[in-house]
């Protein structure tokens, strides 16, 4: 009669060790520490995400000023949501990059949900009528957002995939459509829920789908 | 003087050192080599995630936080390697299925080599992933249930619970193997 079976010291008992694997594995780690690549902090990539959401919206709103598609009085009158905008795209950029980030994250989707609802509620009765066909807004409003989605897509890949992460990346990105709609459409609440909102969420889909399809460089939390 | 820690080293590397990274290399590749065999199995498949884990470490050492334990940052690489390894081996299985559905329900009994231990890496891989991975973390790397929840953002009950299962699992089929023998 053979012994009882041991499952915990058969667990613990070492696999054999291929020493030629592992040196091929650090010749590999040493041809890819041979490249020098600069190494960048996950502070640096989240930086760069606000940068490139926060600045685009602000270029934005330069040239919606220049063209005269806006004005000064416009811009202040609206200047707590853009604030809002502003600062939900940095939370949500900060926690889409940080390692450690979930709570920054919840922080971000509730941020966003209050920043949406706020930008509806604010939106009174359209001042003017518009000749443009509704759906501009949308497509305008995910156009601008490539800019930065590509750079969340870039610094999403330098760590392993987590929809969470790629969502939080989706709706800082997708604050820069919102801004601009909120400088430069002058439609009605409806609109904005069904044509703003809609391009925002866009924008956030495309962020986890095409994060989740690319191959990561790291399986880095 | 003692030698640095793996955290002082991480730190070294961090800032430049490729030194710091060999010596993090050779104090634990065998371990993750270890963690991978038994999570993955088969022998070319653990060589490239070990690859891609040590690479992932060289990439992404910005993402390491000053302060952090080491081992269980390099694991969490690892297990995240594996995860999706064996995910993308689910496609590709559940293609393969389409042809052939008759995939063994339990340990065959010992062929040519009595080794138990190979029967133990063959048993694991009939686990499912998630509870694979739960009884390998914590009986083996002696990671607590905690640690295992925060891993795949579950509760620790969930946590134990894979664990569990899994453990039992592994002893069925052991055991169904043990009496065929």
Redesign the interface.
């Known amino acids: 009669m053979?012994p009882p079976?041991d499952?915990?010291s058969?667990?613990?008992?070492?696999?054999p060790?291929?020493a030629s694997?592992?040196a091929?594995?650090?010749a590999?780690?040493?041809g890819?520490?041979a490249q020098r690549?600069p190494?960048?902090?996950?502070r640096?990539?989240a930086l760069w995400l606000m940068a490139a959401s926060g600045g685009l919206s602000l270029a934005v709103a330069v040239v919606l000023l220049a063209l005269g598609v806006t004005s000064g009085a416009l811009l202040l009158g609206r200047a707590h949501l853009l604030v809002l905008l502003l600062g939900t795209s940095a939370v949500c950029a900060w926690g889409a990059l940080s390692?450690?980030g979930?709570g920054v994250q919840r922080l971000g989707v509730a941020l966003a949900m209050v920043s949406a609802a706020v930008l509806v509620l604010a939106r009174g009765t359209p001042h003017a009528v518009s000749t443009v066909p509704e759906w501009v807004c949308t497509a305008s409003h995910v156009a601008v957002g490539a800019v930065p989605l590509v750079v969340a897509l870039l610094a999403l890949r330098?760590?392993?995939?987590q929809p969470?992460r790629a969502l939080v990346a989706g709706l800082a990105v997708g604050t820069t459509g919102a801004f601009m709609g909120e400088l430069a459409c002058e439609r009605g609440w409806r609109h904005v829920a069904g044509y703003h909102l809609l391009a925002w969420g866009l924008v956030v889909i495309a962020s986890l789908a095409i994060s989740k399809s690319l191959k990561?460089?790291?399986?880095?939390? | 003087m003692g030698s640095p820690t793996d955290e002082e080293l991480m730190e070294r590397f961090r800032d430049g050192a490729q030194d710091a990274f060999e010596v993090l290399f050779t104090r634990h590749s065998g371990r993750v080599q270890g963690f991978l065999a038994r999570m993955v199995r088969s022998g070319p498949l653990a060589e490239d995630l070990l690859q891609a884990t040590f690479l992932s470490v060289i990439r992404s050492r910005g993402r390491y936080e000053p302060g952090t334990r080491f081992l269980p940052w390099l694991m969490t690489i690892a297990a995240n390697a594996a995860r999706d390894a064996l995910r993308h081996q689910r496609h590709v299985d559940a293609y393969a299925s389409h042809v052939d559905t008759s995939a063994p329900a339990s340990v065959q009994p010992p062929a040519g080599d009595p080794s138990m231990r190979r029967h133990l890496l063959d048993a694991l891989q009939q686990l499912p992933p998630d509870q694979r991975e739960a009884v390998v973390l914590s009986k083996v790397e002696g990671w607590s249930f905690e640690e295992i929840a925060a891993l795949r953002g579950i509760s620790s009950g969930a946590a134990r619970i894979r664990a569990h299962r899994g453990y039992e699992r592994l002893r069925e089929l052991l055991g169904s193997l043990e009496e065929a023998r």
């Open positions: 053979s079976l499952l915990d058969l667990l613990s008992e070492e696999p060790r291929d694997a592992a091929r594995v650090l590999a780690a040493q890819e520490l690549r190494v960048r902090g996950w640096t990539q390692p450690r979930r330098t760590a392993v995939f969470m990561p460089r790291s399986y880095a939390p």
